[in-house]
């Protein structure tokens, strides 16, 4: 993994004086270091901005940059990771430990993001619901199971599913999928219109209501043509 090289990289790099900073072709966000007319180690022009030529590093100085590298490369990943949507610290933590970055930096990736307002578990979990009601409406009891499935903490779940209304979230639901089984007999009706609802972890005392009131329209709507 490449951040777990750079820290194996702090142990056999030796001190000596800058003789070169050359900013990397594949990589313009990077500089490449050179100590005594030899390549060292690269690191983000960010880390490397405050260095210049002639600067004697020690060995410290060399694993304080590595380590300050290994940071800004990683926070940068989790920028990018949280550029797609919303994530939990937990999707974070996970994504980063996935491509090998120590917990310690982690957890500073975690902190500095939570700081910064990017990064918020009921922030994250109000988001979720929120998307889930516009677009995908489901059960208070589905959405949970979703959310500790990211690892959010119950207290933060409770505090997003909070004023959600079951009945309306499933009649919303049933009365996009009505007029496809609209042409339907009255139990096939309800074998379909009930499983549709059920799979989206509805309750059958919420479900029955709904499609009693739907299937009515259905034959009033029948009666009337």
Same mark, same amino acid.
């Given at each position: 993994m490449a951040f777990a090289t750079a820290f194996l990289l702090v142990a056999i790099t030796m001190a000596g004086t800058i003789t070169?900073?050359?900013?990397?072709?594949?990589?313009k966000d990077r500089v490449s270091i050179y100590l005594d007319g030899h390549y060292a180690f690269g690191a983000k022009d960010i880390v490397a901005a405050r260095l210049r030529v002639g #600067?004697? $590093?020690?060995?410290? +100085?060399? /694993?304080g940059?590595?380590?300050?590298?290994?940071?800004?490369?990683?926070?940068?990943?989790?920028?990018?990771?949280?550029?797609?949507?919303?994530?939990?610290?937990?999707?974070?933590?996970?994504?980063l430990r996935g491509k090998g970055v120590p917990d310690a930096i982690i957890e500073a990736v975690t902190e500095r993001l939570t700081r910064a307002g990017l990064l918020g578990d009921l922030s994250f979990a109000e988001y979720w619901v929120e998307q889930r009601e516009r677009f995908k409406p489901r059960s208070a009891r589905m959405l949970r199971h979703e959310l500790r499935q990211k690892g959010v903490a119950a207290a933060d779940i409770? #505090?997003? $599913?909070?004023?959600? +209304?079951? /009945?309306?979230?499933?009649?919303?639901l049933a009365n996009k999928r009505v007029r496809r089984y609209a042409h339907l007999d009255r139990e096939e009706f309800w074998r379909k219109m009930v499983g549709y609802l059920q799979r989206r972890g509805f309750r059958y005392g919420t479900i029955k209501p709904i499609v009693q009131d739907l299937w009515q329209e259905i034959e009033h709507a029948k009666s009337d043509s």
């Open positions: 070169e900073l050359r900013v990397q072709k594949k990589r #600067q004697r $590093l020690t060995d410290d +100085d060399i /694993a940059l590595k380590e300050q590298d290994a940071f800004e490369e990683a926070y940068n990943s989790a920028l990018n990771f949280l550029s797609y949507r919303p994530r939990s610290t937990a999707e974070v933590t996970w994504n409770d #505090q997003a $599913l909070q004023g959600l +209304d079951e /009945a309306d979230s499933a009649s919303r």
